[in-house]
């Protein structure tokens, strides 16, 4: 098989002519560079620059702020291509800007099987029912009188990464690994609302269910559900944003993205999964014997150089280099990221900075001096249960080409000597 | 009949000892179903008295009634009524061909929902209804929980069973146009790829990504590029320096 073969169809490989025509093109993220290289001299020494003589915008002017106008490229973006229309898609989170592990609440991707719910929090319910003592219906004001938990925890597509089983196809981390996002999720652990319901002995499995005009349901084990799931009902310290379930949204640590329910609106307790649409035509991964994995919840541990990368070339040259990335598991907390700078022969610890904790994003560096020359750059996590993140070599060597999900392998920059960056594949 | 879907068992994990087994955290009863497995969790959490706290209320049976439309394979939720190919036939020509194709094959981008019949194997797999979804249950489910889309909800239970019949019948899993499905036969509907699906092995097929330490130096020989992204050129927006970006 060729290994540039792409997921797409042939009428969709030629994009380039259409995209360019469309138009509206956003200032590239270079522009800041190019303005460190010349920019107005009028403002740069010895010259006192216009914001120093002259008052700037009062308090509460805006009051909700938002980044400089000079931040603006710092954005989500979708890839028409995927989907069918943007109310069933998804939206990239811009990685390659950020740092640290928490994403800013605007900057989240989205992923959405029938556009935003636009929830009156007034009106919005949550009923448990099924299997369980004391049937309950409660608003969100209710909700917020349970005790209260804060977790940080990364959420993933199980989709992240997906259209890179077949070969390196799209140019930039926010497109290959951007389905993904780390908050601080305020709201009331699962298991408090279910002993308050009184589960009984017979009910094995949830199903959660959305208010979206996809109601969409998905089956969730009882021991999963009272070890560490969540319902948020703030993220970052505000309340969840419309995109990301307001008012009230399940939280499900480790776990696929596609289980974590926004909108929640109802969880049934039951004795047996119910096999609904997004765990057998959806979520299910395709082995190369025609079989197919299901309920492979868990996402493994993964890591991505974020900087450089295809959006954020070195443009400083030879000399000292910051090599910033992220790595993460679904099974626990990261032990260990190294980077490899000749795709993948020989390998350096990188350093771990800021915390490190379960289920979590977790930004790590690598440090050194750049004598010019072209880098296959990689990086590799292992996590505390000693898994190491495979190739995607030997990932394809158990799997094929056709999971569609779970793929975290290893990921390639070609760093070229004029510090461009390009997603490729090696062998 | 149709099959009882497995139950199956998680294992919690312990925060202490991890192991590779105990990664994915479920031990699975065979989809034969060991009545063994199906007993629920050995380990039970710390007993400590549980905290009641009585916020909320009780829903009423009528606010049950109205969200409680989810169905499972054996059957349990299915509502009473009932539906015909030939009248599926109709309403799926007036509600659902503009993006799905008359024949379910789909227009433009919009899913395929027949065909694909012994395609899970080749290069090009065609998941449809019939070469892939294990249960007609939840066929029944998302159509009359989530289609037409952009207007769920929006017909009659009779017209879902008529719906569900026609798309059945496109994928050749009912043959006569006068198949009329309800709630009393749907359970019974044998899907063409119920077996093709496995529990999460990941921890016993992938046993070898878990290591003592990961290989640091000459770990490979050294590697050529055999794939460039920019070679495939679908990355949205290309402007005038080459550099992949978005639209405003």
Redesign the interface.
């Known amino acids: 098989?060729s290994?540039?073969k792409?997921l797409?169809s042939a009428s969709?490989?030629s994009?380039?002519g259409f995209?360019?025509a469309?138009g509206?093109?956003?200032a590239?993220?270079?522009a800041s560079s190019a303005r460190a290289g010349a920019g107005n001299l009028a403002n740069q020494p010895p010259n006192v620059p216009e914001w120093t003589r002259t008052l700037g915008e009062g308090v509460a002017v805006r009051p909700y702020g938002k980044p400089s106008k000079f931040e603006k490229?710092v954005?989500r973006?979708?890839?028409?291509?995927l989907?069918?229309?943007r109310?069933?898609s998804v939206s990239f989170t811009p990685l390659h800007e950020l740092e640290g592990i928490i994403t800013p609440n605007g900057l989240c991707f989205e992923r959405h099987?029938?556009g935003v719910a636009d929830v009156d929090p007034a009106d919005h319910r949550l009923?448990i029912?099924g299997l369980v003592e004391?049937?309950?219906?409660?608003?969100l004001d209710?909700l917020k009188?349970?005790p209260r938990v804060n977790r940080i925890h990364f959420m993933e597509c199980a989709a992240n990464s997906g259209m890179e089983w077949r070969?390196?196809?799209?140019?930039?981390c926010q497109?290959t690994h951007g389905m993904i996002h780390c908050v601080q999720y305020t709201g009331v652990s699962l298991r408090?609302l279910l002993?308050?319901a009184g589960v009984k002995?017979n009910g094995?499995w949830l199903?959660v269910?959305g208010a979206d005009?996809?109601?969409m349901?998905r089956s969730l084990?009882?021991?999963?559900a009272?070890?560490d799931c969540i319902i948020a009902y703030k993220m970052n310290g505000e309340a969840l944003y419309p995109e990301q379930g307001y008012p009230m949204r399940l939280v499900v640590p480790g776990w696929q993205g596609n289980l974590w329910v926004k909108w929640l609106?109802?969880i049934?307790v039951?004795?047996?999964?119910?096999?609904?649409?997004e765990e057998?035509?959806k979520y299910?991964d395709?082995l190369?014997?025609?079989?197919?994995?299901?309920?492979?919840?868990?996402m493994?541990a993964k890591s991505v150089i974020t900087s450089p990368s295809?959006?954020a070339?070195i443009k400083h040259g030879k000399g000292f280099t910051i090599v910033s990335g992220l790595a993460w598991s679904g099974?626990?907390k990261v032990r260990?990221v190294?980077v490899s700078l000749?795709?993948?022969?020989?390998?350096?610890p990188a350093r771990i900075d800021g915390p490190v904790l379960d289920k979590a994003l977790t930004r790590f560096y690598y440090e050194f001096d750049w004598n010019g020359e072209p880098l296959?750059l990689q990086s590799?996590v292992?996590d505390?249960?000693?898994?190491?993140?495979?190739s995607k070599a030997?990932l394809r060597k158990?799997r094929g080409?056709?999971s569609i999900y779970h793929n975290n392998g290893i990921q390639t920059w070609?760093v070229q000597a004029n510090g461009e960056v390009?997603?490729?594949?090696?062998? | 009949m149709a099959s009882r879907p497995g139950t199956c068992r998680q294992t919690v994990r312990s925060r202490m000892s991890r192991s590779p087994k105990l990664i994915i955290a479920v031990a699975l009863a065979s989809l034969a179903g060991s009545a063994a497995l199906a007993g629920g969790s050995s380990e039970k959490p710390e007993a400590k008295p549980v905290q009641r706290f009585n916020i909320g209320r009780a829903p009423t049976t009528e606010e049950i009634r109205g969200w409680d439309i989810d169905v499972r394979p054996d059957g349990q939720g299915l509502p009473v009524g009932k539906g015909t190919v030939a009248q599926g036939e109709k309403l799926f020509m007036d509600n659902c061909a503009s993006c799905h194709g008359e024949f379910g094959e789909g227009a433009g981008r919009w899913p395929v929902l027949a065909g694909g019949k012994g395609s899970l194997t080749s290069d090009n797999p065609v998941k449809t209804v019939g070469s892939y979804w294990p249960y007609a249950s939840t066929l029944f489910d998302y159509v009359r929980h989530a289609m037409p889309f952009g207007s769920p909800q929006s017909l009659k239970v009779d017209e879902y069973y008529a719906l569900v019949a026609y798309v059945l019948y496109l994928n050749d899993i009912v043959t006569d146009q006068n198949f009329e499905l309800s709630n009393g036969n749907l359970a019974t509907i044998k899907m063409p790829n119920e077996a093709g699906f496995i529990m999460d092995d990941r921890a016993t097929s992938e046993k070898a990504f878990w290591q003592k330490e990961p290989c640091m130096k000459n770990c490979i020989a050294p590697v050529k590029i055999t794939g460039h992204a920019t070679a495939v050129d679908v990355t949205p927006e290309e402007g005038k320096d080459g550099k992949p970006r978005g639209v405003e």
């Open positions: 098989m290994k540039d792409s797409l969709r490989q994009r380039r995209l360019t469309a509206g093109l956003a590239t993220a270079l490229d954005i973006r979708d890839v028409e291509w989907t069918a229309s109310e069933s099987h029938g009923m029912h004391r049937p309950l219906t409660l608003s209710e009188r349970y070969g390196a196809q799209l140019n930039g497109f408090t002993e308050e002995t094995k199903l269910e005009s996809a109601s349901d084990p009882i021991e999963k009272l070890d609106r109802r049934k039951g004795d047996q999964p119910w096999h609904t649409r057998t035509s299910t395709l190369p014997n025609g079989k197919a994995r299901r309920f492979t919840w868990s493994d295809p959006q070339p099974s626990g260990r190294d000749d795709g993948g022969r020989n390998w350096w296959l590799r292992q505390e249960t000693g898994y190491v993140q495979p030997e158990v080409y056709n070609h390009e997603n490729v594949e090696v062998a």
